[in-house]
């Protein structure tokens, strides 16, 4: 019961953050899972493999929910997205295959550079459009694999890289957005898939509730919890200033980009 709660109150936490700061929730939920599974006395040789995994499972789900929402609206280009799917889908893939064989420390300073880098970007004005030439297939393909690649070795839904790219395409931001979340299920797919088969049948990592380097309980108590509490987060972030909430969570990645970087 104890490890339902502790997931529970993890997708708690990171639905709140979530919906309050406008981001998809790997960034949230890899650390928290981190603190989690070490609290359980999970190996730490594996403590991040597991939470980065269970991270893109999560974003299995709810990349499926805001891909409707965006549907919906009219919001996402799917010519776009097609041109970017194959190079996310391969990237995503590679990237499992490479974190899955780094040492659990190298893979955790990569996620903490990453938060760092993001922590950074917050305080900078959103990017300008540069030239439509970014969407010719050559282009988008290369930068689709690298945005995959760098994507499932922090176990993210990628919006954080695929909307800068397409607002300097010169795509509207509320086009950009919706295209971006379209493009988190093929990168959170093609990565849990590398997380299981690189966990389950070349590590042989064998634990209760866990495939490869995926933890099914886990992953069901964050969701559990999470779709709940993102709306919430959402509805409070609304009688909050914009700009203060990009300072804030960037104040949060820092301090977790600085405890990750030097434990």
Known sequence: MIEWLSYAAAGTIAG????????????????VLMLVFSWQGMSADAVIHVAIGTSLMTICITSLSSMYAHHRYRMIDWFLVKRL?????????????????????????????????????????QPHSVSGKLLRIPIISSYGLVSGVVSAMVGIGGGTLVVPYLLMAGQAVQRAIGTAAACGFPIAISGVIGFILMGAYVHQIEADWQTGFVHWQAFAGIIATSIFCAPLGARLAKHLPARHLSQLFSMLLLVVGLLLLTR
Do not use: D, E, T
Not at 16 to 31: H, K, M
Not at 101 to 118: E, G, I, T, Y
């Open 16 to 31: 709140l953050v979530a919906g309050l700061f406008g981001v998809g929730g790997g960034l949230v939920i890899v650390p």
């Open 85 to 125: 799917a194959p190079g996310l889908m391969i990237g995503s893939l590679s990237g499992a295959v490479i974190a899955a064989n780094l040492p659990s420390q190298w893979l955790q300073k990569v996620f903490a550079l990453f938060a760092l880098v993001m922590a950074a970007r917050m305080w900078l004005p």
